[in-house]
Antibody, heavy 120, light 111 residues
Framework: QVQLVQSGAEVKKPGASVKVSCKAS????????ISWVRQAPGQGLEWMGW????????NYAQKLQGRVTMTTDTSTSTAYMELRSLRSDDTAVYYC?????????????WGQGTLVTVSS | QSALTQPASVSGSPGQSITISCTGT?????????VSWYQQHPGKAPKLMIY???KRPSGVSNRFSGSKSGNTASLTISGLQAEDEADYYC???????????FGTGTKVTVL
């Protein structure tokens, strides 16, 4: 079955960086994109950006431009999201989700989520 | 880009039907038939319930249906069941500069 498995929880200090991984299985990795969505505690969903697993093209949310980098490793069917210069308001659960992008726009399935806590 | 507007909460009794609205603008919901809906139970990842306004993924109950009129999309849950109690989020494609915008989220309570 199609599945996305994310890396474990992280605790980081303000100003540090975090890199979250998302390993895909059950489908042809390069036929889809991966979107990243985050959810601060008790808050709603926020789209962060998208990467094409086919050619590595990226689109980032304007508010995160310059702090976020999304990459993929097609040899291991894994997507990565790195967020730099972390602040306390970056504390959130980070999700990856498969995104067909070129043919439609929706997120299915989602990874289990990775809690990133930013605290001094 | 502002979030799409959803009611904070909607409730209904078992067996009843409820509708959740999702109001955007002519730059997102009104321009594209690319509205999707997600169900999220506490502590769990969101789950796709509706895509492209009204299409249901395989495995999703036909009690869930979607529609759109102008800048407002709607999710209807018919025959409400206890397991439907969750948070629901809409999402719309918003063009090649903003890409995606989510709704504010609606908590559904089964009385």
């Amino acid at each position: 079955q199609v599945q996305l498995v994310q890396s474990g929880a992280e605790v980081k200090k303000p100003g540090a960086s975090v890199k979250v991984s998302c390993k895909a299985s059950g489908y042809t990795f390069t036929s889809y994109g991966i979107s990243w969505v985050r959810q601060a505690p008790g808050q709603g969903l926020e789209w962060m950006g998208w990467i094409s697993a086919y050619n590595g093209n990226t689109n980032y949310a304007q508010k995160l431009q310059g702090r976020v980098t999304m990459t993929t490793d097609t040899s291991t069917s894994t997507a990565y999201m790195e967020l730099r210069s972390l602040r306390s308001d970056d504390t959130a659960v980070y999700y990856c989700a498969r995104d067909p992008y070129s043919s439609s726009s929706f997120f299915d399935p989602w990874g289990q989520g990775t809690l990133v806590t930013v605290s001094s | 880009q502002s979030a799409l507007t959803q009611p904070a909460s909607v409730s209904g009794s078992p067996g009843q039907s409820i509708t959740i609205s999702c109001t955007g603008t002519s730059s997102d919901v009104g321009s594209y038939n690319l509205v999707s809906w997600y169900q999220q139970h506490p502590g769990k990842a969101p789950k796709l319930m509706i895509y492209e306004v009204s299409k249901r993924p395989s495995g999703v109950s036909n009690r869930f249906s979607g529609s759109k009129s102008g800048n407002t999309a709607s999710l209807t849950i018919s025959g409400l069941q206890a397991e439907d109690e969750a948070d629901y989020y809409c999402c719309s494609y918003a063009g090649s500069s903003t890409y995606y915008v989510f709704g504010t989220g609606t908590k559904v309570t089964v009385l």
